[in-house]
């Protein structure tokens, strides 16, 4: 198998609606020849509506889809020369694994000579040799991932398409083929477009993220950018676990530094944000940026750094997760911080449900954003 440049993709101001109903309102998206983006978001968010467009399966209402430079918008599927794994698999019962992964092959007019030189060197590649002539139905669901993939990669396609790929299958499978397909994709260079709702994909798998909700994008980036650097609510929220605090900015420093109002009355510093003084906004803290400490070895009094109490204690494996209440006994004077604390961390660290404690953490860790009312508007 040839190693390919792979092809670059501008998706430009994508519409499709369904009645009144807009399943994409103008998604516009650049992704460089080469590279992985995962396209993440909940159900009905529009990424495989997205997907489905690129795909040639589904005709945009207006925009344009460019591979390479070509407008490809109007193409029927078979003209655009790109490859597509699905969540079902979609592989042919009747057929064996080599057959299966030839299927594209002699579709495409190849000579038997070619075609049996690319199916082995294929095999090869997803380690699938020793089952070439075995039926799906003998298949684990990994190897039948393994070979949809085959399947969609042996004619080198200009793109490759996935939609939820891996959904069906168990977690600990579902994290040995992420690494197989990351490192596949490397090898053979090819541009791909991945469709999920798992942040952990993203995060693992993805040169490029693009996080859309509501038939928009929210916000495009690295997984470490969208994950460290969120610029919404939803894209804190969605990329992990966040904890939000509701405030008002009521200060900036000339460093860049902004004093948040908690309604209890208490000041966080953040670092981090791009709202204004009279912006109600939500503080997003990350729990493994939160630290805990024994009232008598805490911090001294500062901002970010406030006495509660360890209200439930979940273990996480490798970490323990601590929900602190921090205020009075009246659930509308309360927060709620969640804290993610390694189990390598000294074991005198290690708190009970009950366990009255002190939270710090570091301004810079916190990001303030604007609030977002019911319906997608900016609160005021």
Known sequence: MSVSAGNSIVLDNLWKTYGSF??????????????????????????????????????????????DGDDVTRLPPQKRDLGVV??????????????????????????????????SQMLDIVELGSFSARYPAELSGGQQQRVALARALVFEPRVLLMDEPLGALDKRLKAALQIEFKALQRRMGVTVVYVTHDQEEALTMADQVVVMNGGKIEQCGTADALY????????????????LIEGVVTGKGGNGEMRVEHPTGRTILVHNGTTGVGDQVSVS?????????????????????????????????????????IGENRPSLQIELDAKVSRRGPHDARFSQGDEVRVH???????????????GEMAR
């Not at 399943?23 to 997205?50: M, N, Q, R, Y």
């Not at 019962?93 to 007019?109: C, D, S, Y």
């Not at 810079?364 to 019911?374: E, F, V």
Request: charge should be positive.
């Open 22 to 67: 807009v399943a994409v309102g103008g998604v516009s998206l650049s992704i460089e020849a080469g590279k992985f983006c995962t396209i993440l978001g909940p159900s009905g968010s529009g990424k495989t509506t997205v997907l489905m467009m690129l795909a040639g399966f589904s005709d945009p209402l207006r925009g344009k889809i460019l591979i």
């Open 86 to 119: 699905f969540q079902n698999y979609a592989l042919f019962p009747h057929m064996t694994v080599q057959e299966n992964i030839a299927f594209p092959l002699k579709m495409r007019g190849m000579n038997a000579a070619e075609i049996k030189l690319k199916c």
């Open 228 to 243: 460290d650097e969120p610029r919404t609510e939803f894209v804190a929220g969605f990329m992990g676990d966040t904890n």
């Open 285 to 325: 803290l990350r729990p493994e940026c939160v630290s805990l400490f024994t009232r008598e070895g805490a911090p001294p009094e500062e901002p970010n750094a406030w006495n509660g109490r360890v209200a439930n204690v979940i273990s996480l494996g490798d970490a323990l997760r601590y929900t602190v209440v």
């Open 361 to 375: 953490w570091n301004a810079s860790d916190a990001r303030a954003l604007a609030r977002m009312k019911k319906g």
